[in-house]
């Protein structure tokens, strides 16, 4: 995109950055010069990707600066009255809502990547194919959040974006053959996409388009697959701090909407699209055995036990690790009546919502996905609530959420409440202690166990020095925390 636009002459400035409205300013173009304002506009973000000094430099302002997209073009050249404008920026496009991208820290051989997606463009002979042709070349940036699988935003020359995410190793070398288990995610958010197909708007489930999985592992070293970027608006505090109070309960019924959405898909049709080499145990001889089959609990006790043990041979074991888990296998309920699908890792940063309205338009990382009991779904997005205020507090600077405030356990009382009604059905008929309320404690205590084994295991890949994420080291250390805190509620008679 070029423009030209005439302006006054100004003399002896030569360096001039333009901000490219929507809509022209009806009162024409002003001049901000950054050396004499408080603060500058735009960011000092802009400085640094244009590698550029604030000092200096002026600002034409052609449209409102409250308009949501709008892209910033460096002046190469005044001419008397005009202005020959060039290179234009389009990822500062998005400026006041870039998302959280570093340098890459988990290195991944980009030529091989940019032929694998030139070769694949070019053999996109049929019409009908779902897949994009990818335009070389390309930028790749890593997202600041994954801690077990790196997850990179890939642009192409077109500007067009998408998001890579990939095992952090080869599968020879993984502790676990069952973990970053990112071919079980490609094939989960390609099942859900089918079965949106044939239900109702309230029943659908979003999430992004998948592209393509990736399971050579000749062609970047690692299993990987690539998916659509959803453009959207992230929410970090689970207290929902940075939304005006009087939209609150708006975002909880969407996000309570959505999380019934994911109990309430009709799992018989979804294990028709899970392949049996990534979903053995979901397969329909499998299924039919069901009722006399471990429950969720029980699995996930047996697959957490191994994990840190695993685990406990490169960092310290978790405290109290026993006494968890036998009170969570004392008390854990029967499965529902219907294979419910549960998301895994259901929490308000792994929900992408609308710029501009309370509603959930993609539902993200989907690795522990599996079929089990949604109390764990509710108890992991509430978690905040259940910590004390000095732990929200480190993690989220300004938080008043805690298990010590009363108002706490009043809305996540009212929380579940809203997300039975949005149901409509009982987990298990003739069962009735069997729904959020009565199995919140157990669901907070089993909530923090596994909080405890994750956080044990970015303390191994810390140590091992595989660890994906800018933030790893903190979590790492919060297991240690996290397991007198566990120990301390069961030993409560608390109930909402």
């Not at 393509?212 to 608006?233: H, I, K, N, P």
């Not at 957490?304 to 296998?329: C, R, Y």
């Not at 949604?374 to 978690?383: E, G, M, T, V, Y």
């Not at 044990?456 to 979590?475: D, Y």
Request: with cysteine.
């Amino acid at each position: 995109m070029l423009l030209r636009c005439t302006i006054p002459q100004i003399s002896g400035q030569s360096n001039i950055l333009v901000e490219c409205g929507v809509t022209a300013c009806p009162a024409g173009p002003r001049f901000i010069d950054f050396s004499k304002q408080p603060r500058c506009n735009p960011s000092p973000f802009i400085y640094h990707l244009m590698k550029l000094s604030v000092a200096r430099f002026f600002f034409i302002s052609f449209g409102s600066l409250a308009l949501k997209r709008f892209c910033f073009l460096h002046c190469l050249q005044i001419s008397a009255r005009i202005l020959s404008w060039a290179i234009l920026l389009p990822r500062i496009s998005k400026m006041s809502e870039m998302p959280e991208i570093s340098e890459i820290r988990n290195p991944l051989d980009e030529q091989k990547l940019a032929d694998y997606l030139d070769n694949m463009s070019l053999s996109l002979s049929q019409p009908d194919s779902h897949l994009p042709r990818f335009c070389k070349p390309y930028e790749i940036k890593q997202f600041t959040f994954g801690q077990s699988n790196p997850t990179y935003l890939v642009t192409d020359s077109l500007g067009a974006e998408y998001v890579l995410r990939r095992k952090p190793m080869p599968i020879s070398k993984l502790v676990s053959k069952s973990a970053h288990a990112i071919e079980r995610e490609f094939f989960m958010l390609k099942g859900i996409a089918e079965c949106n197909k044939s239900v109702e708007k309230s029943r659908k489930v979003p999430v992004p388009e998948v592209l393509f999985l990736c399971e050579d592992e000749s062609v970047l070293g690692v299993v990987f697959y690539m998916m659509e970027y959803v453009e959207g608006r992230s929410i970090k505090q689970p207290d929902l701090r940075e939304i005006p109070e009087s939209q609150h309960m708006e975002y909880w019924k969407s996000i309570m909407e959505t999380i019934a959405a994911i109990h309430s898909v009709d799992c018989s049709k979804l294990v028709k699209f899970l392949p049996a080499k990534h979903f053995p145990q979901f397969q329909s001889e499998r299924l039919e055995n069901r009722q006399n089959s471990p429950s969720y609990f029980e699995r996930q006790i047996k697959t957490l036990t191994a994990v840190q043990a695993s685990q406990a041979k490169t960092v310290d074991e978790i405290p109290g690790f026993g006494q968890l888990i036998k009170w969570v296998l004392d008390h854990s309920p029967k499965d529902p009546d219907k294979l419910t699908l549960i998301h895994g890792d259901c929490k308000i940063d792994n929900f992408l919502f609308h710029k501009e309205k309370p509603e959930v338009i993609a539902v993200l990382d989907w690795e522990l996905c599996t079929m089990g009991h949604p109390i764990f779904d509710l108890a992991n997005f509430l978690q905040p609530y259940m910590f004390p205020k000095s732990l929200n507090r480190a993690i989220l600077p300004g938080a008043t959420i805690g298990i010590e405030n009363p108002a706490s356990a009043l809305h996540v009382e009212q929380v579940l409440q809203l997300y039975e009604s949005i149901l409509g059905h009982k987990w298990r008929a003739g069962d009735a202690t069997n729904n959020p309320r009565d199995l919140w404690k157990l669901g907070s205590v089993f909530g923090l166990l596994r909080l405890c084994v994750i956080s044990q295991g970015v303390a191994m890949r810390v140590k091992k020095g595989s660890a994906s994420s800018a933030s790893a080291t903190a979590i790492a250390g919060l297991y240690k925390n996290l397991s007198p805190l566990a120990l301390d509620l069961i030993k409560k008679e608390q109930k909402l």
